[in-house]
């Protein structure tokens, strides 16, 4: 069983940052992949970023360049690094990851942005 545990979250104004973080109890390069969701009020879960035991990354359209996804290797740790956030950022976000086909949620971290 691999563990995920999200943090990082909180309350931040219009135009502000965060950092998200992730740390898997796995090496990440045994596994296959993480990433981020994010689960809005009333909305579906939707996939934000990812990043590949070998570096690959892929956005969702709708981060327009505002989000980044990154890795600590030594601490098995991704981060997601949110700029210029807007009122439509608001949600739970949760990483996950991907090892051999098998999916591991985190807990998932709030993220609200007021205005």
């Known amino acids: 069983q691999v563990q995920v545990v999200e943090s990082g979250g909180g309350l931040v104004q219009v135009g502000g940052s965060l950092r998200l973080s992730c740390a898997a109890s796995e090496s990440i390069f045994s596994v296959d992949a993480m990433g981020w969701y994010r689960q809005a009020p009333g909305k579906q879960r939707e996939f934000f970023a990812a990043?590949?035991?070998?570096?690959?990354?892929t956005y969702a359209d709708s981060t327009k360049g505002r989000f980044t996804i990154s890795r600590d290797n030594a601490k098995n740790t991704v981060y997601l690094q949110m700029n210029s956030l807007l009122p439509e950022d608001t949600a739970v976000y949760y990483c996950?990851?991907?090892?051999?086909?098998?999916?591991?949620w985190g807990q998932g971290t709030q993220v609200t942005v007021s205005s």
């Open positions: 990043m590949t035991s070998g570096g690959r990354t």
């Open positions: 996950y990851t991907n090892m051999g086909g098998r999916i591991y």
